[in-house]
Structure formats: C-alpha cells, structure tokens
C-alpha cells in the first residue's frame, strides 16, 4: 500500500518544486499514474482481504472505492484549471496541495485496518475539504456551508470516537481483520442500543441520511468544482464504507434498530427526488440527487443481505462516477455564464453538441438506463428491498420514476429547446473538457462489460 | 523597565514557581506561590495605565484568597496528619478546601471570572506568561495530591469549567479574552483526567502550553489584540495567516493535528474506567471551543476581510523577532504520530 500513498504524499513537494508553466501536466501526470498502479488491487481473491502489513489492507469491497478514489484526482486537477487560471500561482500551488492532501487522507482511511486510525483519518479529511470549500469557494454563502458541514459532521463522529473505545474496551481489538473472526453477538440492553446510535449516527450524517442532510446541498453548492466532485464521489462513499464495515460488529440489533432510519431513507429519497423537480439551481439539483441515490444506498446497508450488499457496493461506484461527472458538465455551464440557474443557459445542443452528447450519457445513468452499473446497482437493492418487505416495491418504483423524471428535466431543459439569445457568445468546448468527461464515462461503461469487480465482497 | 530589574522579577516569578513544583514541605510550596504572586504583579504592570492596575488588583486578590485559602488547608491538614510532608491529604475537608484553592489559582469554574478580565487588561507578552507559566505550579500540586481529591467536586468543576469555556468565548472579538475562555476550557479537560491518569494531565498541559505559546507568539508577531487587526495578517505576512489557521485548527481538536492527541487520551482514560457519558458530553461541548475558533480563521485566512484601501499597502515599521517560532508550530501540530511515545511521561 505505500507505492500508493507515498508518491500521492510526493506530490506535494512535486506541486511546489514546478515550474509555473508545468504544474498542472506534473501532477495530472503523475496522479494518473498512480491511479494506474491502483488499478493492480482490483484483482482480489475471492472473499478474503490482502493485508498488505498490519496498517493497511485491501479487500473486494475498498478496492474499487480505492481505484475510484486515485482515478478521481488527476479528473479534479482537469477539472479546476480554468477556474484557477487566474489565480497567483502560490495559490495554484495551495489548493493543489489540498487536494493531494485529502487524496493521501482518502486512501488511507480506504485502507486502514484499525478501526481508531479509520476515524483520525475520516476525521482528518474534513480539515483539507472545508478549506477548500471556504477558501475557493464562489459566494458568500460558502462560509456557512463550511460551518454547516464540519459541524454536522464532527457532531455525529464525536460519539463515534467514545463508542470505539468502548468497543475496544470490551472486545480487546479494533483490528478489522480480527473482528471479523472474533464477533459475538451483542446483547441487547439499553447501552447497547446507544453503542448502535453512536456507532451509526457518524456514518447517518456522512451519507447522508434524509433528516440529517442540510450540510449537503449548501456544501456542494458552494464548493469548487473539484470540492463538488470529491464530495459528491467519495466523501459521501466514506459513510457507506464506514456503515458496511461497522454493522459486522453490531449485530443483531440491527434487525430491530434499523427501522427509523430505514423509514427515513425509505421516505427521504422520494422527497428529495421531488425537490429535484422544482429546483432552478442546477448544482443544487445534482447535489439532492445524490441524497436521493444515497439513501438508497442506506436502505442497502441496513437490510444486510448478500444482494443488498453488492448493490450498495455498485451503487456506489457508479453514483460517485455519475456524480462528479454531472458536477463538472454543471461547472462547464457555470465557468461560460457564472450563474447557476439551469434556464439561463438552454438549449445548448445547438451551440455545443459534443457536450450534448455527455450531457445524454451522464442524465442516462443518472436515471439508472441498463446495462449501466448505476442499474445493476439499483435492481439489486429493490429487489432484496422488495424481498425484506413487499410494500417497499410501491416507493422504489416511485423513485425510479421520480429519478427519471428529474434527469430528464435537466437534459431537456439545459440541452433542447431554443437557446437563449444571450448566450450565442459562450466560448466552444475545450479538449480539456472533453478528455474528462471521457475519463468519467469510460469507466463507467466499461465496467458494465465485467461489474463483477465492483459488486463487492458479497459475490 | 530596567533590564536588570525586569531580569531579576523574571527569576523570582520562575523560582518561585520552581519552589513550588520542588518542595516536599508544604510551607514551601505556599512560600512558593507567594513569591511567584508578588513577583508577577510588576511583570502585569508592565504598561503603567488603569486598566492594567486593575488586572494586577483583581489577578492580586483572587490568588492571595486562593493562597489563604491553601494555608488553611495546610493547617488542617497539620492538625490531622501532624507533618507538613506532601504525600496525600489526610482531612477531607482538607482536601476540598485544597481542590478550590487551586482551582482559583488556575481559574477553574466557578472561580473563572477572574481570567478574561485579567487577561484583557494586560499585554500580549504578560497574557502569555500569566496563561502559560502560571498554570505550571497550581497544576503540579493537583497532580501531587491527586489520590486524595474528592472526584465529584473534580469532575462537576471541569465539565462546568469546559462549558463556561466553550460558551464564554462565542461573544468575544478580543483576541486575549478568546485565548482566556480557551484556557478556562483546556483546564477543564486537564482536571477531568487528573484522578484517573494524572500522566495525561501532563500531557494536555505540555501540549496546551505549546499551543498557546503558538498562538500569542503569532499575535505578538503581528501586534494584533482584536479579531480586526488579526485579520491584516494577510497583508502584512500571509505565511502568518496560514500558520494561524493551523494552530488554531490544532487547539480546536480536530484530528490529524496534535491538538487531538490529548483529548482523545483523555476520552479513553474515561471510557476504559466506564464512565461514558461524561467523554461524550465533554467532547461535544469542546464543539463550542472549535465554533469560536473557526470563526477567527474565517476572518483571518479563509477569507478576505474588507479593509479600507490604505490597508492595503501597510507599511511595517519594523520585523518584529519571532522567538522560536517553527519549531513551536512544527510541534503544535505535527505530533499525532508519535502518540505511541506518551510511555516516556509515565
């Protein structure tokens, strides 16, 4: 695991020792070839972890949040350079700092065996994130989304860290790889529903769950665009992998304890695909989907069955791919007309219709179209849904259709009609636009061909 | 000042302190903290204005009513144990009398009002001294006597002392009276621990002084006492503003930085000896601490506060000397890592 993590930690003094006219193709060179090296843990064998030392370990289920997380930096580095063109370069060079900041944060909390170090590290990426949301930020409004954000968060994983110790306290280890041998059932007792509340309510407010979730849109929307595709592709995973590794130990009260906050996500995801019906703000339209497809992914979690596993598992990926990529085609919109409002700039198929081919492909696996990823990841949670309680099919259906709905509203209403005659002087696409919205479908159908790699360590 | 005589009250100040952590009678250790008082009072006074002969009177007044008030337990315990050697305090009386006698020395609640007025009416310097060196001797009694100590009156003043502390300082723009309310808070986490583990105690003491000799060295660098002036830190030197984020990110708490490391020993101490509550309570309300905290680097190196146009082109007279900088911000940030080496404190 350190050919991963010390070249990510090198590319920090790359960034300061550059040269002003080569820091942008060092470091997404360099990224991109340590995505590459990455991409070797994928080949997983079955069920069982490699454990690469006492520290780190890669297993079927963090390996293609992993190569997800490697393959997203030299995609945000691409992302970021028109909107920091004009910017003095000590600056350039900071945020980029940030960035691979986070990254080495974000692979080693992938990676962590001991459930302690887990959360420092967890912990430990909220620092780079608010900075860049605070600093690089585009309104004013950013200031509150920082504040909303790192104290949603810290309030939900304080008592994270109490429980852990506990946890430690009782069992002797927090190792993951022997809990996973070691587990007894835990009694039920009203302290042991608190350990459940405290354990979970970290990873609730990280996903997030429906109720808890007001941190997201102001802080997608307010983020820069490599903020928005890191939060919207793997901090909201962090939740995910946390809960799929942390309701090992916490069995069987699940059976019983996960009931509000399966009625949450059950109900949540219906509204907040609603809410997505009568946005204006387009980041803001992108960010509530991504509750919505999330709380899915906590319905996954909760029913802990094998199927419901590999769907959370997929859905995660391909959500974090769709995402980001949906993040960036909003901020190719933002970078020509700096506003954020969705009819301001229509009917761009006629000006710009390569980009109206992405535009198609992303609201396409938004919505779920097979034989995307996005689809086995869906099919695979409504259907162990629909066997854990029969009822749930009524509400799924609903917010498949909803989804489609939504999708297509913001690919009708962005791409076809006739443009606004404001907007005739928009600069055309740029190559480098193009590559990254490339770089995030090709994965993306790719994977559809073997998705066997990204089902995880139920298959 | 005469240097000479500035150097002269300086050593008091520090023999006394150094009596007081030495000693095994206790007559000495009063000795001690009476020499370390009066010693102090010209070292605040440094400017000669009323408002810093307030902070001395009131700094004056509390510490000798704190002083009398650990005679009188010295005395009884005298009576009780008959030997002036400090081992435990044999009275329980004693002991509570003792307990609130240091706290008013360090400013624990309810015996905290003295601190931000105190730390408000004296200079930058002075402030760092009263809020670093002082805490060192009342600090090293408590560990001393530690066994004997009643832990309810313990415990209610730290977790009150971390509530006044967080909730203290939401409403302050000055920047000394913002480092007292965190002093008042760190003390609170410091005493929390002291019956379980008094080596932790040690070491949230060692960490928050080097935090706090950090911050007011970055405040005396660029002379700033309001969150206002603190603010033109990025015209002036913007390394500062950088490094005043992180150190104030470190005394908030928040991991990777080494601000963490005592709180999160100290949460284990307490959950391995089953209280669960308290950790979970303590470590939300240091939130409070952390709101205050953000809201400085907000107006500090997150954003660009507004200034009028000739702020922009500052002249700095002259550089002021940074003492032992870096390596204060090296350690008040990047020692996480080495948590495993807390074995030497032992």
């Given at each position: 695991m350190l050919k991963i993590i010390i070249p990510t930690i090198m590319l920090m003094p790359l960034t300061w020792l550059s040269k002003k006219n080569m820091i942008w193709i060092n470091t997404t060179t360099y990224s991109l070839l340590i995505s590459l090296i990455s991409l070797s843990l994928l080949n997983q064998p079955s069920n069982n972890s490699l454990n690469f030392s006492l520290m780190f370990f890669s297993d079927p289920l963090s390996a293609p949040l992993l190569v997800l997380t490697t393959w997203l930096l030299p995609l945000m580095l691409m992302a970021s350079q028109h909107h920091l063109s004009k910017e003095p370069l000590i600056r350039k060079k900071l945020y980029i700092t940030m960035l691979t900041m986070l990254q080495t944060f974000l692979i080693m909390t992938f990676t962590a065996t001991?459930?302690?170090?887990?959360?420092?590290?967890?912990?430990?990426?909220?620092?780079?994130?608010?900075?860049?949301?605070?600093?690089?930020?585009?309104?004013?409004?950013?200031?509150?989304?920082?504040?909303?954000?790192?104290?949603?968060?810290?309030?939900?994983?304080?008592?994270?860290?109490?429980?852990?110790?506990?946890?430690?306290?009782?069992?002797?280890?927090?190792?993951?790889?022997?809990?996973?041998?070691?587990?007894?059932?835990?009694?039920?007792?009203?302290?042991?529903?608190?350990?459940?509340?405290?354990?979970?309510?970290?990873?609730?407010?990280?996903?997030?769950?429906?109720?808890?979730?007001?941190?997201?849109?102001?802080?997608?929307?307010?983020?820069?665009?490599?903020?928005?595709?890191?939060?919207?592709?793997?901090?909201?995973?962090?939740?995910?992998?946390?809960?799929?590794?942390?309701?090992?130990?916490?069995?069987?009260?699940?059976?019983?304890?996960?009931?509000?906050?399966?009625?949450?996500?059950?109900?949540?995801?219906?509204?907040?695909?609603?809410?997505?019906?009568?946005?204006?703000?387009?980041?803001?339209?992108?960010?509530?989907?991504?509750?919505?497809?999330?709380?899915?992914?906590?319905?996954?979690?909760?029913?802990?069955?094998?199927?419901?596993?590999?769907?959370?598992?997929?859905?995660?990926?391909?959500?974090?791919?769709?995402?980001?990529?949906?993040?960036?085609?909003?901020?190719?919109?933002?970078?020509?007309?700096?506003?954020?409002?969705?009819i301001l700039a229509r009917g761009l198929q006629t000006l710009l219709p390569l980009m109206a081919a992405w535009w198609l492909l992303a609201s396409l696996t938004n919505l779920a179209l097979p034989p995307s990823i996005n689809l086995i990841g869906e099919l695979f949670v409504v259907m162990s849904s629909f066997s854990w309680s029969n009822i749930t099919i009524i509400l799924m259906g609903a917010n498949i259709t909803i989804t489609a709905l939504y999708s297509l509203y913001m690919l009708i209403t962005t791409q076809r009609g006739k443009y606004t005659h404001h907007i005739n002087s928009i600069k055309p696409s740029f190559t480098r636009e193009n590559a990254l919205m490339a770089l995030h479908m090709t994965p993306l159908l790719l994977l559809s061909l073997n998705p066997k790699i990204i089902l995880g360590f139920t298959y | 000042m005469n240097p000479l005589i500035f150097t002269t009250i300086l050593m008091t100040v520090l023999l006394g302190t150094m009596i007081v952590m030495m000693s095994s009678h206790w007559l000495m250790i009063w000795i001690g903290f009476e020499m370390n008082l009066l010693a102090i009072i010209p070292i605040l006074m440094k400017k000669y204005n009323p408002r810093t002969m307030e902070a001395s009177t009131k700094y004056f007044l509390t510490q000798a009513t704190a002083s009398m008030l650990l005679m009188m337990a010295i005395i009884i315990n005298l009576m009780h144990s008959g030997q002036w050697t400090i081992t435990k305090v044999f009275n329980p009386t004693a002991s509570i009398i003792m307990t609130s006698a240091l706290a008013m020395k360090l400013g624990l609640t309810p015996f905290h009002f003295w601190v931000p007025e105190v730390t408000q009416g004296i200079s930058l310097t002075s402030g760092l001294i009263l809020l670093t060196w002082q805490k060192l001797a009342p600090m090293s009694i408590l560990y001393q006597i530690s066994p004997s100590i009643n832990l309810n009156i313990l415990l209610t003043m730290a977790v009150l002392s971390i509530l006044v502390g967080g909730w203290g300082g939401l409403n302050q723009t000055q920047l000394r009276k913002i480092m007292a309310y965190s002093s008042i808070a760190h003390m609170g986490w410091m005493t929390a621990v002291l019956v379980y583990s008094p080596t932790l105690t040690m070491l949230n003491m060692l960490i928050y002084i080097m935090m706090t000799l950090t911050m007011f060295m970055l405040f005396i660098q660029s002379s700033s006492t309001t969150t206002l002036s603190l603010s033109h830190t990025w015209n002036k030197t913007p390394l500062t503003t950088t490094l005043i984020l992180i150190t104030l990110l470190s005394m908030g708490g928040l991991p990777p930085l080494s601000g963490f490391m005592p709180k999160w020993m100290i949460i284990q101490e307490l959950t391995k000896n089953s209280s669960i509550i308290l950790p979970t309570l303590m470590a939300i309300m240091a939130l409070l601490n952390l709101y205050f905290y953000m809201r400085l680097t907000y107006s500090t190196s997150l954003t660009m506060f507004p200034s009028t146009n000739n702020m922009k082109m500052k002249w700095q007279f002259e550089t002021k000397q940074i003492t032992l900088l870096p390596p204060l911000i090296v350690m008040s940030s990047l020692l996480l890592p080495l948590t495993p080496m807390l074995s030497i404190l032992d």
């Open positions: 001991e459930l302690i170090s887990f959360y420092i590290l967890f912990e430990a990426t909220l620092v780079p994130t608010l900075i860049i949301i605070t600093r690089w930020g585009n309104q004013t409004e950013r200031l509150n989304a920082g504040l909303y954000f790192l104290f949603y968060t810290l309030m939900g994983s304080l008592p994270l860290l109490v429980a852990l110790i506990s946890i430690q306290n009782l069992t002797g280890s927090l190792n993951f790889l022997l809990i996973q041998y070691w587990n007894q059932a835990l009694p039920d007792s009203w302290s042991n529903i608190f350990l459940w509340l405290a354990c979970m309510m970290a990873f609730m407010v990280k996903m997030p769950l429906y109720g808890l979730h007001l941190w997201l849109p102001k802080a997608h929307v307010e983020a820069p665009i490599a903020g928005s595709m890191v939060l919207a592709a793997i901090l909201l995973k962090l939740g995910g992998y946390g809960m799929l590794r942390i309701t090992t130990m916490l069995n069987p009260q699940t059976s019983f304890m996960a009931y509000p906050f399966l009625m949450l996500s059950l109900w949540g995801m219906i509204m907040t695909s609603s809410i997505c019906l009568r946005q204006t703000d387009l980041k803001s339209l992108i960010a509530y989907s991504s509750v919505s497809h999330m709380a899915l992914v906590i319905v996954a979690v909760l029913i802990q069955t094998p199927w419901s596993y590999m769907g959370a598992t997929a859905l995660m990926i391909a959500h974090g791919l769709t995402s980001s990529m949906l993040f960036c085609l909003a901020n190719s919109n933002y970078e020509r007309t700096h506003s954020r409002t969705m | -």
